[in-house]
């Protein structure tokens, strides 16, 4: 039996650590916080992408959010990360540092052409639309530092 090594599993396939960076991008609503999320292929999740050369995890998460809601942001505090893999022609382990977003600004009409839709939800409205896990976690830490 094959052991793995580093960079990669049994199968012989190499894998790619990658950096993300997002935000829970949050606004006070009449009820209570709103959180804005963003539709991919049917799928509700929150902003995020690769930090690029040269920027930080808070640059990052501000300009992911920027670009995938339109709108404008300040941070607030860390909330955390999550880790996870996935396979698209090689391995892939990611993980995404998240920020707690005030909006201060922009419009969810301004989002880039990556996702599909951007909506407001309330908290609990979003944790249920929500498809991942470590997603809904983050957002539920998120929500009791707002509290």
Known sequence: MQGRSKGGDREGMSTKQVVSAGGVVFRSGNSGFEVALIQNRGIWGLPKGNVEKGETLETAAIREAREETGLVGELTGKIGEISYSFVRNRRYLKTVHFYLVRCV???????????????????????????????????????????
Not at 124 to 131: E, H, I, Q, S, W
């Open 105 to 147: 600004g922009g419009s969810v009409d301004l989002h880039d052409s990556e996702v599909d839709e951007v909506r407001w939800f309330s908290v609990l409205d979003a944790l249920r639309v929500m498809k991942y896990p470590g997603e809904r976690g983050i957002l539920k830490k998120a929500s009791s530092m707002l509290r």
